[in-house]
Each structure stands twice: as C-alpha cells, then as structure tokens.
C-alpha cells in the first residue's frame, strides 16, 4: 500500500504477481547465476517482492554463450529440480542480433519469451551494420521482436530519439531495465530510461538480474509519485504477457 504522506514510494511494490522475463538465473551457462545455489538465492530474493513466475533468457552470443534450446533446457531441468514447489518457470534467450543469429534461423528454432514475443539485444559499442535486414528477416519469420534495455544503447542517445522512433516504427518493442530507474548503469541512461517513458516508448520492464546485488540494489529503488504513475502501466502490460 502507497501513504499519502510518502514523498517516494518503492518500486518494488509494483511487482506483486510480475513474471519476470529477462533475467540471467539459469545456472552456469552465461554471466549470471554460476550454480543452482546460487539460482536459488536470487530466486528466494525475488520472492520478498512477490515474485515467483520466471522466463529465463540466458544470452545466446555466439563464440561468448553459444546457448542452444538443449543447453537451456538442460539448465532448466536442472534448477526444476530443486527449486520450491511454487516457483513457475520456462525458458527462452536473449539473442543478440548478429550473424550468427541469421545463421541459427535455418538450423534451430528460436525460444520465445510468450507467444511470438522474442528477446533480442545488440552489441553496446555498435548496433550490427545489417540492422535493418536482421529486424525485417526476424518478423518475417514470426518473430515479434521485444528489444532488451534500449536506453543502455549509447550510441542512439540523442534529444530527438529520431533513432529509437524509427526501431518503433519498424516494430520494435522496447523492454526497460528495471535498474536502469537508478543510477546502477550512470546517470546518462537513468536519464534516457525516464526520457523514453515520458515519451511513452517503452513497452515492457523486466529486471535483466544477473546477481544477487543486483536485487539488492533494485529493492531499494525509491521513485516519485509521478515515476510511478509513468510505470504502472508498463508493468501491467508487463503481466499482460503472460495472462
């Protein structure tokens, strides 16, 4: 419950019942988690905020997490079997769209966060040449592509957001990283993460937690009354995913 009389509210109080989509707990096949124990540290955290359905999207990075559906199940299976019995979850990827992404559509099929809804990332220091041509390849193969923490993309920072209007105009929806309200990433992305919810770009949240710190760090994440109200909708339309 929100006090009248609370010049900031915490964010965590939004995520009551959230599936949390975009998180690197699957144990020992990328940054995140490095084993179940782990796994379930940051499981038993999120549960302090309400949340026990998880979509787990472990990178998929070409020579760095070559992850594969059978890779990622494996993990899955293994993290099943020893977590509490109330803890839902699936799995998916977070692809990052490259070449070897536009290899894999012939040889695997992609796993999806819900639906046709796919998790896709880019390189920090670049967005690919090819752009373009991998979104247009990517729907054309069903894909309803969900684009992972745009306002970590230093490189489409600009007063305009001509580029990020133009990914929305091709049909890019945006997930924001719930960390990203602070200053975890610096000030500049904290900036653009409210400069694109202001402008009401942003489609999605989810948390992108790699370790326990990280939640730690989200559970004390005050927002003014307004930020809130800015981020209602998106985390309803967060759950709206998986109704």
């Known amino acids: 419950m929100f006090s009248f009389f609370s010049k900031k509210y915490f964010f965590v109080d939004l995520l009551e ?3 949390d989509f975009h998180n690197h707990i699957l144990p020992g096949i990328d940054d995140g988690a490095p084993d179940v ?8 955290k999120f549960g302090e905020f309400g949340v026990t359905n998880f979509v787990h999207s472990p990178h998929v990075m070409n020579d760095y997490y ?19 019995a109330h803890i839902k979850n699936s799995a998916a990827a977070e692809y990052m769209m490259d070449q070897s992404l536009m290899d ?12 046709n809804f796919s998790l896709v990332e880019m390189s920090f220091l670049q967005p690919p040449i090819n752009l373009k041509e991998i979104i247009f390849t990517l729907q054309n193969k069903g894909h309803v ?12 920072h600009e007063p305009s957001l001509r580029k990020y209007t133009d990914l929305k105009n091709r ?9 990203s309200l602070s200053e975890h990433y610096g000030r500049g992305i904290q900036k653009m993460a409210f400069k694109l919810l202001e402008n009401q770009m942003i489609d999605y949240i989810s948390s992108d937690t790699h370790r326990l710190e990280h939640l730690e760090k989200l559970q004390n ?7 809130m109200e800015m981020l ?12």
């Open 66 to 84: 070559p992850n594969t559906p059978k890779t990622i199940n494996a993990a899955l299976a293994e993290l099943q079997a020893v977590q509490p």
């Open 145 to 156: 592509l969900i684009l992972a923490h745009p306002e970590r993309y230093g490189f489409f």
């Open 17 to 19: 019942g959230f599936t």
């Open 232 to 243: 209602k909708p998106v985390v309803e339309k967060s759950k709206g995913l998986f109704a």
């Open 104 to 115: 894999k559509l012939s040889e695997e099929k992609l796993l999806k966060i819900s639906g």
């Open 171 to 179: 049909g890019c929806y945006f997930q924001l990283n719930m960390l």
């Open 37 to 44: 124990e782990t796994s379930l540290q940051l499981i038993q």
């Open 221 to 227: 994440i005050k927002l003014k009354s307004k930020e």
